[in-house]
C-alpha cells in the first residue's frame, strides 16, 4: 500500500468515526425531547392546576395536583432514564426505588405543587385540611410531606399519601371511575370565598401497562410477602405464648381438682 492510500484510507476512517459520531449526537438530541415532550403529555393528562387570585389583597396561588397514575409514574420513571442515559437495570433499579417511595401498592399518592405570591400560606395541621374522596366516602392522609404544616411562601411541593385499602383489605379503587381530592379553601389567602378546593381524576382511564409488570413490581411484591410473612411469623408467636399460658393454667387448674377429689 502507498503513502498516498495510506492517507486516503486514514483519513476514510477518521471521516467514518466523525459521521458516527454526529449520528448518535443526532440521536441523542432528538431522543431527548421525545421523551421529555412525552413526560409533559402525561404530566397534563393527569395533572390539575387551580389558579387563585385575591387582587384586592395582592394574593395569588396556583396549585397543580398531579395523580399518581401508572401511566404517570412510567412517564417519570422513563424521561428520566432518557435524560441520564441510563441502562433497562438501571431504569428498573430506579423504578424499583421509586415505587418503593411511592408505596402505591398500599397508598394513593398525589403530588401537590404550590405557587404562592402575597400572604404566606398557613396550613398547618396540613392532614385536616385535604381529604380524597373515593366513592361516597372521604379519607384523610396517612402521610404527607411535613414542609405542608410550616408557614410557606414562593414554590414548594411534595407528595400526600391516602390509604388503598380498608381495614378488611379490601382495594378502596376496585371499581371506581372518579376520585375527588379536597382542598380547605380557608387556608388560601387567595381563595376569599374559602369553601373547597377540587380536584377530579378519571382513573378508569389509567393503563398500568409495563409499570405493574416489570421486575420493580415483582420485587416490591416480594417486599411485601416478606412484611406479610414476618406480620404472621409475630402473631404466631403471640398465639403459642397465649395457648402456653391456657395450657399452664389448665395443668394447674386439673391439679386443684385432683388435690380436691383425693379430700373426699
Known amino acids: 500500500m502507498t503513502t498516498s492510500d495510506k492517507t486516503e484510507n486514514t483519513g476514510g476512517n477518521a471521516m467514518r468515526r466523525i459521521a458516527t459520531g454526529l449520528t448518535l449526537l443526532l440521536l441523542c438530541l432528538f ?12 404530566a397534563r393528562q393527569w395533572g390539575r392546576i387551580e389558579t ?16 399518581c397514575s401508572a401511566q404517570y409514574v412510567e412517564a417519570l420513571i422513563q424521561a428520566e432514564a432518557d435524560k441520564n442515559l441510563w441502562t433497562a437495570d438501571e431504569t428498573d433499579q430506579y423504578r424499583y426505588q421509586l415505587l418503593k417511595t411511592l408505596n402505591l401498592q398500599e397508598q394513593v399518592a398525589i403530588h401537590l405543587a404550590f405557587d404562592n405570591r402575597g400572604s404566606a400560606l398557613r396550613m398547618a ?24 404544616n410550616f408557614k410557606l411562601n414562593g414554590k414548594f411541593e411534595g407528595y400526600v ?32 370565598s374559602g369553601g373547597r378546593i377540587s ?10 401497562g409495563a ?11 416480594i417486599d411485601r410477602l416478606l412484611k406479610r410473612i414476618e406480620k404472621l411469623s409475630g402473631e404466631r408467636k403471640d398465639l ?19 388435690e380436691l377429689q383425693k379430700q373426699e
Open 199 to 208: 380536584f377530579l381524576w378519571d382513573i378508569d382511564k389509567d393503563d398500568p
Open 211 to 221: 409499570l405493574y409488570t416489570s421486575k420493580a413490581m415483582g420485587r416490591l411484591e
Open 31 to 42: 431522543a431527548l425531547p421525545a421523551w421529555a415532550g412525552r413526560f409533559e403529555e402525561v
Open 125 to 148: 395541621p396540613f392532614d385536616k385540611q385535604v381529604k380524597l374522596w373515593i366513592g361516597k366516602k372521604s379519607y384523610e392522609p396517612v402521610d404527607y410531606d411535613r414542609r405542608f
Open 52 to 67: 387563585l387570585a385575591d387582587h384586592e389583597y395582592a394574593n395569588y396561588t396556583d396549585i397543580t395536583a398531579t395523580y
Open 240 to 258: 403459642q405464648a397465649r395457648l402456653a399460658e391456657i395450657e399452664q393454667e389448665i395443668r394447674e387448674i386439673s391439679a386443684r381438682v385432683e
Open 161 to 192: 399519601y391516602f390509604p388503598r385499602y380498608d381495614e378488611k383489605g379490601n382495594d378502596l379503587l376496585a371499581g371506581i371511575k372518579t376520585i375527588r381530592f379536597d382542598i380547605d379553601g380557608g387556608v388560601i389567602p387567595a381563595r376569599k
